[in-house]
């Protein structure tokens, strides 16, 4: 199962920044296997799905805490 990409269209990439982490061994090794099984084309793009679940699960509400925090302001 790939994992398709988002952002942008054929034709334009988005910018994307560079963000060192360290993560413990064996979630390393896990993400290594969904690679080498063909779950994701690499390490990266495993992390880019996550963290794209992340932001659909949790974004409104951060959102939404910062708009309060900018009125309190």
Do not use: C, W, Y
């Not at 994307?16 to 296997?33: C, F, G, K």
């Not at 969904?34 to 793009?45: A, H, Y």
């Not at 949790?58 to 009125?71: H, I, N, P």
Request: glycine fraction near 6%; charged fraction near 30%; charge should be positive.
């Amino acid at each position: 199962m790939r994992v398709p990409s988002h952002g942008g269209t054929n034709m334009e990439k988005p910018h994307m920044e560079r963000v060192t982490i360290r993560l413990p061994r064996q979630q390393v090794e896990i993400l290594q296997l969904m690679v080498d099984t063909g779950d994701f084309p690499s390490i990266s793009e495993a992390v880019r799905a996550a963290i794209r679940d992340l932001i659909d699960e949790r974004g409104e509400k951060a959102m939404e805490r910062l708009k309060s925090l900018s009125k309190m302001a």
